[in-house]
């Protein structure tokens, strides 16, 4: 899979406890308190902002757009939709049913990737930061707790994840998100990779809990479009 895309394979992780003093915690707190909420996660939509960095020439492209993700009974579904700064489409994803559904307007393609035997991977991989259970993510991250940070006035968690999955670090080295400590969810992501380059996402204006509906998770995909399977 394309290292842009795997970003959105991922989501985000962990949870703890507003009211706790920020010196007292540690991971052992964090990942008990992602056990003890994670099952209050139905689904959120939130603006987002990205924010490409290019290392070798030192520049930043940016993009904004809006996602959101949703636990059903068959597994979680994802939608993000990315649009330039100048407000051009950049790029439509959809990941339902184990398959992730990338389309590119400007290029007239839509690429199907299609999880197959690893779609419990690719679900959980989705889960973290939304909903995920402390054994989903020990299981897929050697995680740090880095300690209490507060982003867009909410009290996170600051947590570095470096994936068990040799194929997923050949395209990010570490990622690190920062948690919301109330509802469970990611209010900040910075994916490094090893060449220095990064992706930083923002999430904004979160809407939580508010049963999101079924047309939310579509593609609008043009008459011509070229469909490409991987």
């Keep these: 899979m394309k290292a842009k895309v795997l970003p959105f394979l991922i989501a985000a992780l962990a ?3 507003a009211a706790a003093p920020a010196q007292t915690m540690n991971l052992r707190k964090v990942l008990g308190q992602i056990d003890a909420s994670s099952s209050k996660f139905h689904d959120v939509q939130a603006d987002i902002s990205v924010d490409l960095y290019t290392k070798v020439v030192d520049e930043h492209e940016m993009q904004k757009g809006m996602t959101a993700f949703r636990r059903q009974r068959s597994g979680m579904e994802m939608v993000t939709r990315l649009i330039s700064a100048s407000g051009k489409p950049v790029a439509d994803l959809l990941y339902k049913g184990g398959q992730l ?3 590119q307007p400007a290029a007239a393609q839509e690429t199907v990737f299609s999880g197959g035997s690893r779609r419990g991977e690719w679900d959980t991989l989705l889960a973290t930061g939304f ?3 402390a054994n989903d993510l020990t299981s897929q991250w050697t995680i740090t707790f880095q300690g209490m940070d507060t982003i867009d006035g909410r009290q996170t968690a600051k947590l570095d994840l470096v994936s068990k999955q040799a194929s997923f670090r050949n395209n990010f080295s570490k990622l690190t998100i920062w948690v919301d400590l109330t509802r469970d969810i990611t209010l900040k992501q910075i994916f490094l990779q090893p060449d220095g380059d990064s992706r930083t996402v923002t999430y904004s204006h979160v809407r939580y809990n508010t049963h ?6 579509t593609l609008r ?3 011509g479009t070229q469909v490409v399977h991987r």
């Excluded at 999101?212 to 998770?217: K, R, V």
């Design 131 to 133: 909903g995920a259970t």
């Design 221 to 223: 995909v043009a008459k």
């Design 212 to 217: 999101l509906p079924d047309s939310l998770f």
């Design 15 to 17: 949870l703890i406890s």
């Design 101 to 103: 559904d990338y389309y």
